[in-house]
T-cell receptor
């Protein structure tokens, strides 16, 4: 049981390049999330998917797109990377219903550097 | 939108002593969840403790306990018998009961444990 996994762990991009961050969970969770973490700030929600087939914007969605490929996988795409997108990106998942619906489980993070 | 404030960017504690980390939040909602997450140097986000706003009893998990003051919108974390492994960033987080996909984080408190 790996929990939430993310690839890659670290990536360097040049301004204007594109890339996709991958996230997968094996806990059969319905909801999945993408956050970014910047120095001196807490995590901020970029996009989320409440269930397979749905996605919604969070607090800071500009410059990103997401795809909920299936129940397990939720990817984050940067179409044209900008230095302002240098950050650490976390994926998370959450069960829906039951006593544990309020807990989010996080992946190990992806550190992205845009030059 | 709800906001979460952690007024202590850094705290330090002597090993085996007790330390309290502060958190306040701003909301007009009556039902919500509050969390403390720990982020060690590995960057993994680890749930420490959670509190449902409708419960008057403060949550406790082994050496970790909270002081939840709903009227004051305060949610502090007390760590007893501090251990070297407690050194980490600690994030306070708020999640609405009604919009349970939007979690707001504070900026974090860096805890140092001195041997």
């Amino acid at each position: 049981n790996a929990g939430v996994t993310q690839t890659p762990k670290f990536q360097v991009l040049k301004t204007g390049q594109s890339m996709t961050l991958q996230c997968a969970q094996d806990m059969n969770h319905n909801s999945m999330y993408w956050y970014r973490q910047d120095p001196g700030m807490g995590l901020r929600l970029i996009y989320y998917s409440a269930s397979e087939g749905t996605t919604d914007k969070g607090e800071v969605p500009n410059g990103y797109n997401v795809s909920r490929l299936n129940k397990r996988e939720f990817s984050l795409r940067l179409e044209s990377a900008a230095p302002s997108q240098t950050s650490v990106y976390f994926c998370a998942s959450r069960a829906s219903g039951g006593n544990f619906q309020e807990t989010q489980y996080f992946g190990p993070g992806t550190r992205l550097l845009v030059l | 939108a709800q906001t979460v404030t952690q007024s202590q960017p850094e705290m330090s504690v002597q090993e085996a002593e007790t330390v309290t980390l502060s958190c306040t939040y701003d909301t007009s909602e009556s039902d919500y969840y509050l969390f403390w997450y720990k982020q060690p140097p590995s960057r993994q986000m680890i749930l420490v403790i959670r509190q449902e706003a409708y419960k008057q009893q403060n949550a406790t998990e082994n050496r970790f306990s909270v002081n939840f003051q709903k009227a004051a919108k305060s949610f502090s974390l007390k760590i007893s018998d501090s251990q070297l492994g407690d050194a980490a960033m600690y994030f306070c987080a708020y999640r609405s009961y009604y919009n349970n996909n939007d979690m707001r984080f504070g900026a974090g408190t860096r805890l140092t444990v001195k041997p």
